[in-house]
C-alpha cells in the first residue's frame, strides 16, 4: 500500500509538473499503450453520457494531440499550474490499482491574466510494476460543464 | 421604422445609423453596445423567429423536462402524460422567481416555485397557490382572483426531424416556411427517420459577441486558413467540391464539402491519399477512419437557422449546437454531440473518435473560441469602424464557391431587417 501509494503520488506530482513546464511531448509517456483518456464534466458523467471533450483511445492519440497543439492548432498563449489533492486509493487488484485524485488547474494567459480554469477530480487506474506507476485509464471529470475559450493542453 | 419604435420604445434611429455600403460593411458597435443587445433581445429573440430549444429525444418520456432559454428567456420544456412536449417561460407568476432550478430531469408532476409555492402543471398552467384561501379566515388572495389570469407565458413549439424550436411571438412563419425549402431537406438529411442517441453535452464560453460566433459559423472562407489540423496533417488531398447555399432571408445557410467522386475513384488520388509529403503524419489515424452513412458524398455540412441555431455533420460526427447570448461580449456555445440509436458498437466508437475534431478542443473548432474575441478586443476602441465583407461579391446569394463571404452578409440582411436597422 504505501510503496503504491509513493508510486502514484510520484507519477502524479511528475505528470502535473511535466504540463506545467510545457514538456508536453513527455505527457504521453505517463500512459501505458492500451490506455484511453477523456475530458468530460461531473453532469455528463452523472448523466452516463459515452463521450468526451476530448477522447483518446490509445496512446498514438495522446501524441497527435500534441503534435496538432504545436504544429497545427492555433490559440493564444498560455500556461497552466496544476495543484494536485493527495491521491486516494480506491482498490488494488494484481498490478492494477484505481485511485481518485482532485485537481484546480490555473490558466496563465500570455497576458499575465490568471484565473482557475478548471476543478474535478481525476479518476484512473494505474498498472504498478518495475516501481513504476504507469496510467492505463484517465477519466478527468471537471467540475463545470463550462470551458472557457478553449481547450487545448491537457488537464 | 415606425414599428420598431411602437413595439420596445428603442428607436432604430438611436441605434444607427448603419454605414453606407449595402451588406458589405458592419460597423463594430454591433458587437458592443449594451442597447443594442437589449434590442436583440426584443426584437430577434422575443420576435417573431424561431430558437432551438431541445432534442425531442432529451425528453423521451412523460414528466422529463429540460431548462433550456430563448434568448435571455428561461424556457421550460417538458412531455406532459400524454406525450406531448409544452414548453413553457421558467418564470413564476407571483413574483417572478425562476419556476425550475435543475437543467433536466425526469418523472415530474408538476412545478413548484420555491418561494411561495404557486404550482404549475406539465402543460405550465398555474394551478394552485399556497395559502390561496388563507390561514383560519385571515388573508389569502382577494375572491376575485383567477388562476387563468395568471398561467405562464407559453412558447409557441414546433418540431422538425427531432429537433424541437420554440418562439414568443404569434407573427413567426410555421417553422419549415421559416428555414426554408433551401434548408430543410439538408436537416432531413441528417436526421430524419433517425434517433438521436446524446453523446456529450457541453458549454464553451465565448469571450466575444455572439453574432461574432454566427459569422464565424457562416464564414467558409476562413475554414482552410484559420483550421490548419486537416492540411498539417495532409488529411484533405481528395479533390473536393461544394457550395454555399442561403436562405431566401439570408440568415440561415448550409455550406458543404462534397467528394468529387469522378476523381474519388481516380486511382491517382487514391494513392495520393496515402503518400504524404507533410512530415506531420498522426501517430493514430483511426481519429479519422469513418464509415459510409450517406450515398451524396457530402463529408461536411454546416447548417445554420437564423438566429442561433447550428447543425453540424463533420464526416461521421454530428452536433447541434446552441448559441446563447449572455452579454455584449460573452456568449455560451452550446454542444450536443449525438450518434443514433441504430449505431452499431463500431460506428458508436468513430463517432465518439470523431468528436476530438469539434468542440472546446476540437482539432478544427477550437479557434474558433479565440478568434471571435480577438476580434471584440481588436475592435474595442473603433466602435464606429467597419468589417469589411466583400469576399465573393455584394450580395447574399448561393454559389460554388466557398471562397465567399455570401452567407455572412446574408446573416447581416436578416439580422437588419428584424432589427429595423
Known amino acids: 500500500m504505501t510503496d503504491v501509494y509513493r508510486l502514484i503520488s510520484q507519477t502524479q506530482a511528475e505528470y502535473a509538473r511535466t504540463i506545467d513546464n510545457d514538456k508536453l511531448e513527455a505527457w504521453p509517456d505517463f500512459f501505458i499503450d492500451a490506455?484511453?483518456?477523456?475530458?468530460?464534466?461531473?453532469?455528463?458523467?452523472?448523466?452516463?453520457?459515452?463521450?468526451?471533450?476530448?477522447?483518446?483511445?490509445?496512446k498514438g492519440m495522446l501524441t497527435d494531440r500534441i503534435s496538432a497543439l504545436r504544429e497545427a492548432n492555433i490559440f493564444e498563449r498560455h500556461s497552466y499550474r496544476h495543484i494536485l489533492g493527495a491521491p486516494c486509493i480506491l482498490s488494488e487488484n494484481g498490478d492494477r490499482v484505481e485511485s481518485e485524485t482532485a485537481f484546480i488547474v490555473a490558466r496563465i494567459m500570455r497576458t499575465g491574466e490568471t484565473a482557475v480554469f478548471a476543478t474535478g477530480k481525476y479518476l484512473d487506474t494505474y498498472r504498478v510494476g518495475g516501481g513504476k506507476a504507469l496510467i492505463e485509464n484517465r477519466l478527468v471529470v471537471c467540475d463545470s460543464n463550462r470551458v472557457d475559450t478553449l481547450l487545448v493542453i491537457p488537464l | 421604422m415606425a414599428q420598431d419604435n411602437s413595439m420596445d420604445g428603442l428607436a432604430a434611429a438611436e441605434i444607427g445609423p448603419w454605414p453606407a455600403g449595402g451588406l458589405t460593411r458592419v460597423p463594430y458597435w454591433v458587437f458592443q453596445r449594451e442597447d443594442v443587445y437589449a434590442a436583440e433581445q426584443q426584437r430577434i429573440f422575443q420576435g417573431p423567429n424561431w430558437s432551438y430549444l431541445c432534442l425531442d429525444a432529451e425528453v423521451p418520456n412523460p414528466g422529463d423536462f429540460r431548462a433550456t432559454s430563448i434568448g435571455d428567456t428561461p424556457v421550460i420544456v417538458v412531455r406532459d402524460g400524454t406525450g406531448k412536449i409544452n414548453a413553457f417561460e421558467n418564470r413564476c407568476?407571483?413574483?417572478?422567481?425562476?419556476?425550475?432550478?435543475?437543467?433536466?430531469?425526469?418523472?415530474?408532476?408538476?412545478?413548484?416555485?420555491?418561494?411561495h409555492?404557486?404550482?404549475?402543471?406539465?402543460?405550465?398552467?398555474?394551478?394552485?397557490?399556497?395559502?390561496?384561501?388563507?390561514?383560519?379566515?385571515?388573508?389569502?388572495?382577494?375572491?376575485?382572483?383567477?388562476l387563468d389570469d395568471h398561467h405562464p407565458r407559453q412558447v409557441r413549439l414546433e418540431a422538425l426531424h427531432g429537433l424541437v424550436f420554440g418562439t414568443l411571438s404569434d407573427a413567426t412563419p410555421p417553422l419549415t416556411d421559416y428555414i426554408g425549402p433551401e434548408i430543410v431537406?439538408?436537416?432531413?438529411?441528417?436526421?430524419?427517420?433517425?434517433?438521436?442517441?446524446?453523446?456529450?453535452?457541453?458549454?464553451?464560453?465565448?469571450p466575444n459577441n455572439w453574432k461574432l460566433y454566427i459569422e464565424n459559423v457562416k464564414d467558409s472562407y476562413h475554414a482552410s486558413i484559420l483550421h490548419l489540423f486537416f492540411t498539417t496533417f495532409q488529411l484533405n488531398q481528395l479533390s473536393y467540391k461544394g457550395g454555399i447555399v442561403v436562405s431566401e432571408a439570408g440568415g440561415s445557410h448550409i455550406s458543404y464539402n462534397q467528394l468529387d467522386t469522378?476523381?474519388?475513384?481516380?486511382?491517382?488520388?487514391?494513392a495520393q491519399q496515402l503518400r504524404s509529403d507533410s512530415k506531420y503524419k498522426l501517430a493514430d489515424p483511426s481519429l479519422l477512419a469513418g464509415f459510409h452513412e450517406w450515398d451524396d458524398g457530402i463529408t461536411l455540412q454546416i447548417l445554420s437557422v437564423f438566429p442561433t441555431f447550428v447543425l453540424q455533420q463533420i464526416q461521421n460526427s454530428i452536433a447541434v449546437r446552441r448559441v446563447v447570448p449572455r452579454k455584449p461580449d460573452e456568449t455560451d456555445l452550446n454542444w450536443t454531440i449525438i450518434g443514433f440509436d441504430s449505431d452499431t458498437p463500431e460506428q458508436r466508437m468513430v463517432r465518439l473518435k470523431q468528436a476530438n475534431l469539434i468542440g472546446p478542443a476540437g482539432f478544427i473548432s477550437m479557434e474558433d473560441g479565440c478568434v471571435g474575441g480577438f476580434v471584440q478586443r481588436g475592435v474595442k476602441s473603433v466602435p464606429d469602424a467597419n468589417a469589411v465583407l466583400e469576399m465573393g461579391g455584394h450580395e447574399a446569394v448561393s454559389s460554388e464557391s466557398r471562397v465567399s463571404e455570401a452567407s455572412i452578409r446574408g446573416f447581416w440582411k436578416q439580422y437588419r431587417s428584424t432589427m429595423g436597422l
Open chain 2, 93 to 115: 407568476s407571483h413574483r417572478g422567481a425562476l419556476i425550475c432550478l435543475e437543467e433536466h430531469g425526469k418523472g415530474q408532476r408538476d412545478f413548484q416555485c420555491v418561494y
Open chain 2, 262 to 270: 469522378k476523381a474519388a475513384i481516380n486511382k491517382d488520388y487514391a
Open chain 2, 185 to 206: 431537406p439538408r436537416i432531413a438529411r441528417v436526421l430524419a427517420g433517425k434517433r438521436p442517441v446524446v453523446l456529450n453535452r457541453v458549454t464553451q464560453v465565448l
Open chain 1, 35 to 58: 490506455c484511453t483518456y477523456r475530458i468530460t464534466s461531473a453532469q455528463s458523467h452523472a448523466d452516463g453520457l459515452e463521450g468526451g471533450v476530448v477522447f483518446c483511445a490509445s
Open chain 2, 117 to 146: 409555492g404557486w404550482s404549475y402543471d406539465l402543460a405550465g398552467k398555474l394551478t394552485g397557490i399556497a395559502f390561496k384561501n388563507g390561514v383560519k379566515g385571515q388573508g389569502g388572495m382577494p375572491k376575485a382572483f383567477k
